[in-house]
């Protein structure tokens, strides 16, 4: 779940830089214009995604782990001396 509300956070962030840079909105430039219910719905999933990447630093405290995987500790070999 994180890593797909990244991605939509990145691509968020990407339709923003398109309107500051070039004046033109992509996601409106894919489903017409942006009164469009279909761009409407990616814009509210979008906005949903970044709100969901926000609470998760906020809590973490500044720390975004996109990838579950946990180090695991090497098991300990007990050696026995039969002197």
């Not at 398109?18 to 409407?40: E, K, P």
């Amino acid at each position: 779940m994180r890593i797909v509300a990244f991605i939509l956070t990145c691509l968020g962030g990407f339709n923003w830089l398109m309107i500051g840079a070039l004046q033109y909105d992509f996601v409106a430039g894919i489903f017409g214009t942006q009164a469009n219910v279909f761009s409407r719905i990616i814009y509210v999933i979008i906005g949903i995604a970044s709100v969901y990447i926000l609470v998760i630093t906020t809590f973490k405290k500044g720390k975004l782990k996109l990838y579950g995987y946990k180090k695991k500790k090497p098991k300990e070999i007990k050696v026995e001396d039969d002197f």
